[in-house]
């Protein structure tokens, strides 16, 4: 079975879990997260695993959120599955 990462719904939701901090003080807050590779991801850098796991702990986002099966609309847990 093939994933796919929804990165902009994980770059949505650290956006809205900084609200208004600086990458400097968002990334003192994400432990193993420098505010350079914050500020790649943010604009648009593909992370490594460990980045994504703790941008999607610190981040509070559902896992089901960010990663889905490929070719259905919704998660690959069964959560609104819907083919494309």
Not at 39 to 44: E, M, N, Q
């Given at each position: 079975m093939a994933v796919e990462l929804q990165l902009d719904a994980l770059r949505e939701a650290v956006r809205g879990e900084m609200r208004g901090l600086?990458?400097?003080e968002a990334a003192k807050l994400i432990p193993g997260v420098s505010k350079q590779t914050l500020?790649?991801?943010?604009?648009?850098s593909f992370p490594d695993l460990e980045t994504f796991?703790?941008?999607?702990?610190?981040?509070?986002?559902?896992?089901c959120d960010v990663i889905t099966e490929a070719?259905?609309?919704g998660d690959m847990f069964g959560h609104n599955p819907v083919k494309r």
């Open positions: 600086s990458y400097n500020h790649r991801v943010l604009a648009g796991v703790r941008l999607v702990s610190w981040s509070g986002v559902d896992i070719g259905v609309q």
